[in-house]
């Protein structure tokens, strides 16, 4: 059985990185197997819903449409 990695509350935190890394640890209980699985499944989910935004607005744009166009409203009458 892996040993659960220690989880120093006191630890300054330096960057966006070690915030993240905290967190996860803290939320798998030290366990850094866990969280890096957790953190992956994560990333992976994050990856696959902007590939899936990505495509609705290409297939948005191809039809013809733009979301939240504003060239129309600067246009004078």
């Known amino acids: 059985m ?6 120093r509350e006191d630890a300054p935190v330096s960057c966006p990185v070690e915030t993240i890394v905290s967190a996860y640890l803290k939320t798998a209980h030290g366990d850094a197997g866990l969280a890096l699985r957790c953190a992956v499944t994560d990333a992976l989910s994050d990856l696959m819903e ?3 935004r990505a495509r609705e607005r290409s297939r948005l744009i191809s039809r013809g ?3 939240g166009r504003r060239d129309d409203a600067a246009e004078p009458a």
């Open 65 to 67: 449409y733009v979301r």
């Open 50 to 52: 902007g590939e899936r």
């Open 2 to 7: 892996p040993m659960p990695a220690p989880v």
